[in-house]
């Protein structure tokens, strides 16, 4: 197995054992491994024939095929090095995506993703939109108006650690989407569906991930109506690695977006046994049998039964504690509703699946800080015990784990009567073995945040510059 450095060339591409089976899966993106050699000064006949060398370890094929494949690709980089303007060129941050945590919610996840709403919103003042939530208001999903009723839309991407166990990744995406919609009040109508496999992966990888989403989409009655399939990279990207997404479109007539959130309300929170993150902790740290508490529609059914109830007209948000954990999910509430939340502690771990609790427990996992995949409701307290009633109908057990009162944006945990902080981590709970090693941020964190805002700053700037070039056009 190949990791490493050749020579000054840093190659891009992960080696990955799973459980016990001792097969592997190897990654390559070829192009990146062609641009950092000729960005070293590097003769293009030397890559071409080191770039042969480890194709010929990834893929099946004879060298006289790896060796023009590999000089095609040192052709297409060269012709493609070096472009400037707007259209080729982009203001680098030189903040890596790992570095900064993105994707692994925590602080600089959420700043990145606070960055979205400006750079959509630029250029806009003054225009009317029939946006009812928009990106600035960091929810589940947006929703806008159209036909006198409100269209939910999210998106969610699979499980990167998944990609060599589609079904589940098509499982977890579905239910992670399909949540989404369901905690802004709305009904999911249809779903559609994005995947990418890397040009040595196998067909199959398409079917097994598509009868993931369609046993969440057939046990919910939500149609999986349209869709995209790809290869990652098109022929750049050598190896088996698979990646993708599931969208849905919902309607509601009562949207229960985080900003309702209010100061008197109570916190209630659903029982959970997570999802991908669980399953993916479970997978890589010896723990499968854990897996398959991870495959239920708990959440999705006590939404459901909301829906269906008078009560949900009561009910000012709801959010899945899904990003950064519950440390992530209030703390962002918080911040978007513009008051604090305090969660009391006294209930929580009660409210974890308890081979999941056991599991994190021994992994020495914080359990406040990784994804659980429960339900987290406020409303008035006069309403509290109806709407436990109407989770538990579904057959899921609720209970109340905190309160909303005025003061600043922030949240705070009671334990043992004393009131602490309660805020995200530079990422979410390390959950496996590999994050455990990378949870530490690589440089001073205000520094990267400068870099990368200056960077959005930049995005906003050719956006503008763009739209006034177009105009002129029309």
């Known amino acids: 197995m190949l990791v490493g450095i050749e020579g000054k060339w840093r190659i891009c591409f992960i080696c990955v054992s799973f459980l016990n089976n001792h097969t592997e899966t190897i990654y390559m993106d070829v192009e990146e491994f062609a641009r950092r050699g000729r960005k070293t000064g590097a003769n293009a006949d030397d890559i071409a024939a080191k770039l042969a060398d480890r194709i010929l370890e990834i893929k099946n094929c004879d060298r006289k095929y790896a060796l023009e494949f590999s000089k095609a690709v040192v052709t297409e980089v060269d012709n493609s090095s070096g472009l400037r303007g707007d259209f080729f060129d982009y203001d680098k941050s030189g903040i890596k995506m790992g570095e900064f945590g993105v994707g692994s919610r925590g602080t600089g996840d959420f700043f990145v993703h606070r960055q979205f709403p400006r750079i959509i919103g ?59 919609a369901y905690v802004m009040g709305a009904k999911p109508v249809a779903l559609l569906s994005d995947i990418h496999v890397a040009d040595d992966g196998d067909v199959a990888k398409l079917f097994d991930y598509t009868a993931g989403i369609a046993v969440v989409s057939d046990m919910m009655n ?44 109570i916190l209630l929170m659903t029982e959970g046994a997570g999802g991908g993150t669980i399953a993916t902790a479970a997978i890589y740290s010896g723990y499968p049998q854990v897996v398959e508490k991870t495959i239920n529609l708990s959440f999705l059914k006590a939404c459901e039964a909301l829906l269906n109830s008078p009560v949900l007209n009561r009910i000012h948000s709801m959010t899945d504690v899904t990003n950064g954990g519950l440390r992530g999910d209030v703390y962002e509430m918080a911040e978007t509703a513009k008051c604090r939340i305090v969660v009391e502690e006294e209930n929580l771990r009660s409210l974890v699946e308890p081979e999941v609790l056991k599991m994190l427990d021994e992994l020495k996992i914080d359990y406040l800080g990784v994804s659980l995949d429960a339900l987290l409701v406020t409303a008035p307290p006069e309403v509290a015990d109806e709407i436990i009633a109407v989770v538990k109908s579904a057959g899921v057990v609720m209970k109340k784990m905190g309160y909303v009162t005025e003061g600043p944006s922030d949240s705070k945990i009671l334990r043992n009567g004393e009131l602490c902080d309660f805020v995200p981590a530079f990422r979410e709970s390390a959950y496996t073995p590999v994050k455990k090693v990378a949870d530490k941020p690589a440089y001073d964190f205000d520094e990267m945040k400068a870099k990368v805002k200056a960077s959005a700053d930049a995005a906003i700037e050719k956006k503008l510059r763009v739209i006034a070039k177009l105009k002129k056009r029309y």
Do not use: W
């Open 122 to 180: 630029a250029g806009a003042e003054g225009k009317e939109s029939n946006t009812a939530v928009g990106v600035d208001e960091m929810d589940d999903a947006g929703v806008v108006k159209a036909g006198g009723q409100y269209i939910i839309t999210t998106v969610d991407g699979m499980h990167s650690r998944l990609s060599d166990f589609p079904f589940l990744a098509g499982f977890h995406v579905t239910r992670a989407t399909l949540r989404d």
């Open 222 to 265: 939500v149609p999986l109506v349209s869709g995209s399939t790809l290869r990652i990279g098109g022929d750049m990207v050598i190896g088996e690695r698979m990646t993708g997404c599931v969208g849905c479109v919902g309607v509601a007539n009562h949207v229960t977006k985080r900003s309702a959130t209010k100061p008197g309300d």
